[in-house]
């Protein structure tokens, strides 16, 4: 039987990074997305790699998530991993930060990764399954005007251990909080972009990838409630102007 995994945020970034991996991995894929055309055009990119089928989807949106449980489950058979990686961002000074983008923001990254996890779960229990949620460097370091964000992925971060808890031993659960990784124009990334990093470049979305794989597949069997940093050793340098 073949393993089915769900990508939220599938369309694109890091999500699409993640899809190809499995679908490499000979896992069939999910991707949901707000995105319409970017979801489609990645469903038809990949499509040689493997199965895959994009579902739009608003992962705010408590009916649109279970509907699209249950068409994911009838559409592959089962669930055996989520992804959830679906995030925004707004990022501006307090003062000028709405109550409504404040709560969009928080909706969609921490209330959506519940949603999904919620309806997911008794699919998941089933095929003794793994969860990874993108959680972010954010989550323990700021940059100012970051307030929306940073909560939210710190609620990730708080999130995935609370799950781990709850839905073991039959599921496992685990975070990976990147740092700076270069999704949309590497090309204009200089020197000093990567040698400011420990490791000596910038992250890249297959990095991430490959991680996500490792959490999901059996070789982390006795991994669960964890978050892993994957920064090129940024959070661990010291930095003095």
């Known amino acids: ?5 769900i990508i939220t945020g599938g369309a694109h970034g890091i999500g699409k990074a993640i899809a ?3 679908l490499q991995q000979q896992i069939q894929v999910a991707i949901w997305d707000i995105a319409e055309q970017a979801g489609k055009e990645t469903e038809a990119e990949l ?5 895959i089928k994009f579902f739009l989807v608003d992962i705010a949106s408590e009916p ?11 559409y592959f058979g089962g669930i055996d991993y989520l992804v959830n990686n679906a995030a ?10 709405t109550l409504a983008e404040w709560e969009r923001v928080i909706t969609v990254n921490l209330t959506g990764t519940f949603l999904c996890t919620k309806y997911a779960a008794p699919h998941l229990r089933e095929r003794q399954g ?19 964000y940073s909560a939210s992925k710190g609620g990730i971060y708080a999130l995935t251990h609370a799950l781990a808890m709850s839905l073991g031993p039959e ?11 270069e999704v949309n124009n590497p090309e204009a990334l200089t020197s000093s972009d990567h040698q400011q990093h420990p490791v000596g470049r910038v992250g890249k979305a297959e990095d991430v990838a490959a991680l996500a794989w490792f959490l999901l597949s059996d070789e982390s069997g006795f991994i669960t409630g964890q978050n892993f940093i994957i920064d090129g050793g940024m959070t661990r ?5």
């Open 1 to 5: 039987m073949k393993k089915t995994a």
């Open 20 to 22: 190809l991996k499995l």
């Open 47 to 51: 499509q040689h790699h493997g199965k």
């Open 64 to 74: 649109q998530v279970r509907e699209a449980i249950q068409a994911t489950v009838a």
């Open 88 to 97: 925004i961002s707004c990022n501006k000074p307090l003062a000028e930060l």
């Open 130 to 148: 793994a969860i990874v949620n993108l959680c972010s460097t954010r989550a323990f370091m700021s940059e100012p005007n970051t307030e929306a």
């Open 171 to 181: 599921v496992r659960v685990n975070c990976i909080s990147p740092g700076w990784i």
């Open 237 to 241: 340098k010291m930095i003095y102007l």
